[in-house]
């Protein structure tokens, strides 16, 4: 079955490539607006030797990773608490529920006004995209831990943290990961958003320098490091993660 999807996948990319290649030789559109894929991997061939996509990788996963981390921490408390404490879930519950509505990208405003234009600023557009996703999930699985676990814990002398810590946490650990999943593509989005804006090192700000310099070239090749960035993270480090809470939890056929 692995060697079907792999065959499936590897006919779809080149099948794609294809009709991208004949599309760039019809000349439908000038060669600066609809480059042919030679070219964007040109531009990615230059982009890598020069440093310019490396510089630009390493700066936005630098704050990738500080904004997600930080956005970790708290949704998980958050959604712990807002799960445990009904006046909590009454109260900040409601307007944890309103602001998950709203798209990531309406806090950059806010962040420009509050902090400027500062890592700061991207930071919180990075938290704020990922704090309410996680801490969304966090809640639903902690109100959907098994009474029963929690009668049997209790008969047992599990009061306080090591309630939390050794059922209430385990048994919400599946929608912990599915939040933490959703958070990260939030985050990378508001991340790529905040750095078009904010002219700093990044991936965001070479998307920007694409368009002004009227380089699509530059433009496609930036879009598929940020991909390929994306499925490597699901691939490496989500997909292993859910295939153990999977097997751990007996929910591999």
């Known amino acids: 079955m692995e060697i079907r999807k792999v065959i499936r996948t590897l006919g779809f990319l080149i099948a794609l490539l294809a009709v991208w290649q004949s ?76 602001l998950q509505t709203l798209p990531s990208i309406c806090w950059l405003p806010i962040a420009l006004l509050w902090f400027g234009l500062s890592e700061t600023a991207i930071l919180f557009v990075v938290v704020m995209g990922a704090l309410l996703a996680i801490t969304t999930a966090t809640e639903a699985g902690v109100k959907n831990t098994p009474p029963l676990y929690l009668r049997a814990a209790r008969n047992l002398g599990a009061r306080g943290w090591k309630l939390y810590a050794l059922v209430i946490l385990p048994a919400a650990l599946p929608s912990i990961l599915t939040g933490m999943k959703l958070g990260w593509s939030f985050a990378w989005r508001s991340l790529m958003a905040a750095e078009l804006l904010y002219v700093s090192l990044g991936l965001g700000q070479l998307l920007t320098m694409g368009r002004e310099l009227n380089d699509m070239s530059q433009v496609i090749a930036v879009m598929i490091v940020i991909i390929a960035i994306g499925l490597l993270v699901d691939r490496a480090v989500f997909a292993p993660l859910e295939s153990r809470v999977r097997e751990r939890w007996g929910l591999n056929s």
Not at 49 to 67: E, T
């Open 23 to 98: 599309l760039a030789i019809l000349e439908v559109y000038p060669e600066y607006i609809f480059p042919s894929p030679l070219g964007v991997l040109q531009t990615l061939a230059r982009g890598f030797q020069n440093g310019r996509f490396v510089i630009g990788i390493a700066s936005s996963m630098q704050r990738i990773l500080i904004g997600f981390g930080i956005s970790a921490i708290l949704g998980v408390a958050f959604g712990l608490a807002l799960g445990r404490q009904r006046w909590l879930n009454d109260t900040l519950g409601a307007l944890v529920l309103g």
